[in-house]
């Protein structure tokens, strides 16, 4: 996609602002619709648009291949993590009381938070590796071909 | 009330138009498109029932994620379908069978809006009750989804890690990890 100026200026232009909406979506979840899947999809295609104009190397210069490798396991992790961690305060299994004991629902707010950022992780490193894995299988291919 | 139901009539009229041009169609680019339009106008199906959680999700996955991934698919495969060898009537007789008895089946189902529909009347409005004093937080889907139904979202956080692993060892291009001798050299697993 050399060629295209126009469609690598708008990417260009696009990129920062769909990764602040994902970010948002994340963030915003407990107000607004969304929350860490659509946060994560939304995450993933912004580097995906730009692996699909600019070509694999360019985006995998800015995330590897291993790294979302390792983000979709990090993520189960923090959310597990998050349940393990409510253990040891003594309290059940993703019980988020236990983060805030005077004030549960303010424990609450933090569970959900790092719950939601465990989801946000293995979504977004799924979607870039299996991006990654179908791109990767053959060279780009030329325009006149579609 | 007339507004409604015409938003409702046009979207599934769509919806079905684009059932019909994705069987017709035979360019597998065009049909990769129209399934991408068929998720947008899912998406919009949810949205007028109040579902904007869903309806984002659909919009998001169904209508970008799956489609870049059929296009990086359609890349590894030909651009147009080949024409069916048998009649169309079998598939035809199948789909209208199985049609039918979905058909059938939402016959027991309870009432579009029925207060007394088994999910309205189970644990469901204890959620809604209790929610506001022990969260705080006014989406209601992110509390059940994160903090009430915390292990179904593990599971399915690791349903979707489980996932992205599956995909990877079937068709990642990671290699096999190379043994010493020279003679692999060059050998992609």
Redesign the interface.
Known sequence: MHHHLILRVVTKMLVAPIILFALYVQFHGDFSPGGGFQAGVIMAVGFILYGIVYGMEKVQAVLPSWLAHKMMALGVLIYAGTGVVALFLGYDFLDYGSFSPHHPSHGQHWGIFAVEFGVLVTVTGVMISIYYAFASRRPAISDEEW | MMLDLFIDLSLFTMLVATGFAIVKMRRL?GVTMMAGVFSLLSAMLLVTLDA??V???EA??GA??ST??ML??L??TS?IEKKPVHTPWIPLLVVTVTGAAIIYGTLDMPHFGDANAPAQVGVAAQYMERGP???????V???I???YR??D??G???V??T???G??ML???LRRRRRKHPKDEGEVG
Do not use: H, K, Q, W
């Open positions: 680019f904007v959680d309806a984002f999700t998001a996955v970008g994620i870049v991934l990086s698919t890349t590894l651009r004093e022990d969260m705080d937080i006014p989406n889907v992110t509390y989804l994160a903090s915390g292990y979202t593990m399915e956080t690791a979707v890690f996932a992205g692993v995909v990877l068709i990642s291009g």
